[in-house]
């Protein structure tokens, strides 16, 4: 069982960045896929980068060039550079059992976080 928490989450001003961190419980999370994913209010929780065992990253086409991730031991990071109003969201990270490769796919997710919220002001 993974047990993950997000942290990093805040109020920010357009252009600002902030840094997410996924914090999981187990020592296997160096051996799985982990996603972040965002939801907006009203809207569908939504892939934004995912990074696969190898270290291999995948990126939403609206976050590419300004989201890195990176990963330490236990933790995952979300670099979100250059923030716009629209990446206003309570942002999650998820570890995947069965995907060692970044995936976009929400069904392979086993394992969610209960998010933080990040709100970036125009």
């Known amino acids: 069982q993974v047990q993950l928490v997000e942290s990093g989450g805040g109020l920010v001003q357009a252009g600002d960045s902030l840094r997410l961190a996924c914090t999981a419980s187990?020592?296997?999370?160096?051996?799985?896929?982990i996603g972040w994913f965002r939801q907006a209010s009203g809207k569908e929780r939504e892939f934004v980068a995912a990074?696969?065992?190898?270290?291999t990253t995948m990126f939403d086409e609206a976050v590419k060039g300004r989201f890195t991730l990176s990963r330490d031991f236990g933790t995952v990071y979300l670099q979100m550079n250059s923030l716009k109003p629209e990446d206003t969201a309570v942002y999650y990270c998820a570890a995947s059992a069965t995907s060692n490769t970044p995936t976009d796919r929400r069904s392979l997710y086993g394992y969610w976080g209960q998010g933080t919220q990040v709100t970036v002001s125009s």
């Open positions: 990074i696969g065992r190898a270290g």
């Open positions: 187990t020592r296997t999370f160096s051996r799985n896929t």
